[in-house]
């Protein structure tokens, strides 16, 4: 794995992209090779993956937070990636996720075009419903990008025809999920690596053992092999 563009990048602000709150937060080595876009669950908002971001600590990788654009009624705090409820309050079934696609290019767009970034350098981490985000937007746009993790977060729109898209693709599942269809993900992702949890549940990956996998996919597709003090653990993981 080769590393270009060794050294830190102008950092992007809120006045540079006003679409959504985020959070930048450069490589702990001053050496950003790499960008991680973090996309939050259904219910939540930045705080958390800003958190986990800083906590993985992956060398020479930034780190932008993205805030999902729609509120969730009647909570302060809680946001979502577009209309997920309707007038009753009830899930809607089939929802129309174009709000979050538009905003994704529209940010790709920026740090691309004023901040010097490759899009095969940048990748997606969503969890829920920002992982059902992250795979749409590599299915739908035309955009290589460096690689997507999906965390327990299902398509939104069931694949047709023979072309797959590039990008590598890591679903990190749990036992008994059955919203995860994996023929539908080999069917619209040419590279497709799956790892499912120790646990039942709808949580992120809460151990070093459950974390292995991403980080593992990680040393393939980012520009350095990462290693991650996360849970106050030390990951090394060789190309």
């Not at 937060?25 to 993956?49: C, E, K, Q, R």
């Amino acid at each position: 794995m080769n590393v270009e563009e060794l050294g830190a990048k102008k950092a992007i602000s809120q006045r540079d992209f006003r679409h959504a709150k985020f959070e930048y937060v450069p490589s702990a080595d001053g050496v950003d090779s790499n960008l991680i876009i973090y996309l939050h669950g259904l219910g939540d908002n930045i705080s958390h993956f800003v958190n986990l971001s800083k906590k993985l600590r992956l060398p020479q990788t930034a780190s932008l937070v993205l805030q999902g654009p729609v509120p969730v009624p009647f909570f302060d705090e809680a946001r979502m990636w577009y209309q997920s409820f309707d007038m009753l309050g009830n899930l809607i079934q089939s929802p129309d996720p174009r709000i979050a696609l538009n905003l994704l290019n529209d940010l790709i767009y920026t740090l691309t075009s004023q901040f010097g970034w490759d899009t095969r350098n940048i990748h997606l981490f969503g969890f829920a419903q920002g992982g059902s985000v992250a795979v749409e937007f590599a299915r739908s746009s035309n955009i290589s990008l460096g690689s997507v993790v999906n965390v327990l977060g299902p398509l939104l729109s069931y694949a047709t025809g023979s072309s797959k898209t590039a990008t590598p693709i890591c679903i990190f599942t749990r036992p008994s999920r059955n919203v995860l269809d994996s023929s539908n993900f080999n069917k619209a992702f040419s590279k497709v690596t799956i790892f499912e949890g120790d646990k039942a549940g709808d949580e992120m990956p809460k151990d070093p053992q459950e974390w292995s996998g991403i980080l593992k996919f990680w040393s393939d597709t980012l520009s350095t092999a990462p290693v991650s003090d996360q849970s106050g653990q030390v990951y090394k993981i060789a190309s």
